[in-house]
């Protein structure tokens, strides 16, 4: 008898059901023990079919992934479901949950499918950098199409138990419990079909057009055409070569650096949520009500994350016409997004009747988190804490979304310097993925738990960092962009340093990213800090100037690039040529060819050797938390597995080589190499 795999009785029904918390993963154990007992119902004089389910909240999660990259252990997962589908007696698939990958694979093997109605159900490969592995890409076309298969499988996203029956994936859907559902059918006299059995309905086009969109989207991505090639091996082909093809493809799949930068981006999230030193013993406080204190860009946004999770979130601004206009901005957001037909009308009510408008701090007073996203300056965040520790109930979290300032300076500000913390939300806040939370050095646990477990709540991966200037993102921008300008001021021109870390997979090179995020930002930062004599801040050049010129990036319609009205495709300009051409002559500067494999070293190089310098100071607690933060914030190419990742897989010892070889040639002190970088390397360790 398999422990994770339990074979019970109803009548003359063998009941088989995988039970591996905490999602049913379909590990060796799993996979030997469906074989045994398959097996042993064929055997079962008593037994005439087989109903195959999960138990707990998933059907199965599909192959375990802990296990890519080790040895292979038999029995194979497709020896499995193939000994499931070649099976005398029918077996029923009841999908009591989620069935992603392996795990739908292991459903489509059987000879009929019955869903509970909130199952959901996908092949999720792809965004593993993978394809199906176990016929997913054989035995999906011979249910759903190809032009189906394609759009399901290179995607990867999960449909709902009811989308899956529309498109020929399920059989039936279940009204109450599943297994009794799959017993009902077979008492109906229905014993299915093998899936083997069936053809492939293509049209001998849709291999090309799929190419070509994909070509298109997937940036460097090799495994959606992999995909693309399986279903039409399943077109073309035999089914036992069809598999063998898959199989073939998965495997080389399997072993690319794709894969195991997207499993580790696949993993750091998780990883994140548990934080040092916070054990589950560490309860969160109650959140059942939130201020944001602040209706600009990022405060609206950061209410409407608060709405859009059910949680009723008072919205406080000083001035009646800014509240007004920030309230007008979310109904707005909300209104495109019902224009793109992902809303309702009444949906767009209900979330704007969670958002209550204020003038009065006295309302904060109940609120069990309050999230200041005010003007970026110490002695306005001063005032707001002030005021907060005046007016907030003892345990309510005070959290600033500053992006730059100090959170034990801000929490001085107060009597409870333990119940202040930051919480940096991304702009659009409302859209990116990311909550980089800032313990400060009085952070309570209890705080920390807090803020970890409302970022889920919100739909958002949270990770925890220390104080330091910037933090993490901001402080690995910093060094990145500094490297970008200087690669164009020694005469790269900034559509060439954003060709070259878009081709390496960046959803937006530097200088196009600065423009959408404002060159007014950063400009009026640096200027506060030149004004306050920090050593810290760059001296004045080009990017300053064509800010003092008013172009302020694509909300002007110039900045490092021009833009047509309407549109946000970047277009070099000559204006920003001759500016930094004069900029190079003020400084003396002969401009010189610069390659891409130059842009790519040096920006990439000097992350991994900031985020090398953030883990020996304690900002992050693990490299993996870096990788996240750039995953879900900045728009890393997630195949690469997030910049410490990166420098991993290159090589620390290529990667400290080159930063030795670029401070000897360049001098400047962000390029003298981080000591735990180079004690990682003598020692022959990674990160
Ligand atoms: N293998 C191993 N561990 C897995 C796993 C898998 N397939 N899926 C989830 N886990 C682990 C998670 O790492 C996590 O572990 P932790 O508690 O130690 O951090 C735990 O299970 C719970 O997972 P989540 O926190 O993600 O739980 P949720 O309830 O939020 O989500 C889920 C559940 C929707 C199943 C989500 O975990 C998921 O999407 N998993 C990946 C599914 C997937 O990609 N399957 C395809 C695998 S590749 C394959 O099958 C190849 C085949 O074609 C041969």
Redesign the pocket.
């Known amino acids: 008898m398999s422990e994770v795999v339990h074979y019970g009785r109803q009548g003359r029904v063998a009941v088989i059901s995988i039970d591996s918390p905490?999602?049913n993963?379909?590990g060796q154990a799993v996979r030997q023990g469906l074989l045994d007992l398959i097996a042993r119902a064929q055997g079962d004089d008593e037994v005439d079919a087989v109903v195959l389910t999960g138990k707990g909240?998933?059907f199965s999660?599909?192959?375990?992934?802990?296990e890519f990259g080790k040895p292979a252990l038999p029995p194979s997962?497709p020896d499995v479901i193939n000994a499931i589908e070649a099976s005398g007696k029918p077996v029923i698939a009841a999908i009591n949950g989620?069935a992603?990958?392996?795990?739908l694979?292991l459903a489509l093997g059987c000879h009929y499918r019955v869903a509970g109605p909130f199952a959901s159900l996908g092949?999720?490969?792809v965004?593993?950098g993978?394809i199906?592995?176990?016929g997913?890409t054989v035995r999906l076309p011979r249910l759903a199409g190809a032009r189906a298969a394609i759009d399901i499988i290179t995607a990867g996203d999960p449909l709902k138990a009811e989308a899956a029956e529309a498109a020929g994936i399920v059989d039936r859907i279940a009204e109450g419990d599943v297994v009794a559902a799959a017993l009902q059918v077979l008492e109906e006299g229905v014993t299915g079909r093998r899936t083997r059995d069936l053809a492939v309905d293509a049209k001998a086009e849709t291999f090309a057009e799929a190419r070509a969109a994909i070509a298109k989207r997937s940036r460097g991505l090799v495994s959606p055409l992999a995909c693309v090639d399986a279903i039409e091996g399943a077109a073309t082909l035999p089914f036992d070569e069809a598999l063998a093809k898959e199989r073939s493809l998965?495997l080389s799949c399997l072993a690319s650096p794709q894969r195991a930068g997207l499993v580790h981006a696949?993993?750091a999230p998780?990883?994140a949520?548990k934080v040092p030193g916070i054990g589950p013993d560490v309860k969160p406080r109650k959140v059942e009500t939130v201020g944001v204190i602040g209706a600009g860009t990022m405060g609206g946004g950061i209410a409407m994350c608060f709405a859009n999770a059910d949680i009723p979130v008072t919205l406080l601004e000083m001035k009646a016409e800014a509240l007004e206009r920030g309230l007008a901005t979310i109904r707005a957001n909300y209104e495109a997004t019902r224009a793109k037909g992902r809303m309702t009308a009444e949906e767009i009510e209900t979330r704007m009747a969670l958002i209550r408008p204020s003038l009065d701090y006295a309302d904060l007073a109940g609120a069990d988190l309050v999230i200041e996203a005010a003007f970026e300056s110490m002695a306005v965040k001063h005032d707001i804490f002030g005021t907060l520790d005046l007016v907030c109930k003892p345990g309510a979290v005070l959290a600033t979304n500053t992006s730059t300032l100090s959170i034990d300076e801000i929490a001085a500000a107060t009597g409870r310097p333990q119940d202040v913390v930051g919480m940096h939300f991304f702009s659009p806040a409302n859209v990116m993925k990311l909550l980089e939370n800032v313990r400060g050095k009085a952070t309570a646990p209890d705080v920390q738990a807090t803020v970890m477990e409302v970022a889920r709540r919100i739909g958002k991966v949270g990770v925890m960092v220390g104080v330091c200037y910037g933090f993490v993102g901001n402080r690995i921008l910093h060094a990145r962009n500094r490297e970008a300008i200087a690669l164009v001021n020694e005469g790269a021109s900034p559509q060439q340093v954003d060709k070259a870390l878009t081709d390496f997979g960046f959803a937006m090179g530097p200088f196009a990213t600065s423009d959408l995020a404002g060159l007014d930002v950063g400009w009026r930062i640096r200027e506060e800090r030149r004004k306050a004599n920090d050593p810290e801040v760059d001296a004045p050049n080009w990017l300053d100037t064509l800010a003092e010129k008013g172009r302020f990036g694509q909300k002007t319609r110039a900045g490092i690039y021009r833009y047509e009205a309407g549109s946000r495709a970047p277009i070099p300009d000559a204006e920003t040529d001759a500016l930094i051409a004069a900029y190079r002559a003020a400084q003396g500067i002969a401009p010189r060819a610069v390659d891409e494999t130059e842009i790519v070293e040096r920006c990439m190089f000097m992350m991994v050797n900031e985020g090398a310098r953030i883990l020996e100071e304690g900002i992050a607690a693990r490299a993996s938390d870096i990788d996240v933060v750039w995953l879900n914030g900045y728009g890393f190419p997630a195949f690469r597995g997030g910049p410490m990742f990166w420098g991993q897989q290159h090589g620390l010892d290529r990667v400290l080589a080159g930063i030795d070889a670029f401070h000897a040639r360049l001098g400047t002190k962000p390029w003298q190499a981080a000591p735990l970088l180079r004690r990682l390397v003598a020692e022959g360790r990674g990160f």
Not at 61 to 66: E, L, N, S
């Open positions: 905490p999602v993963a379909l909240k998933a999660a599909g192959a375990d992934i802990r997962l989620v992603l990958g392996g795990g694979e092949l999720p490969e965004k593993l993978l199906p592995g176990a997913g998965f696949f993993f998780r990883e949520a």
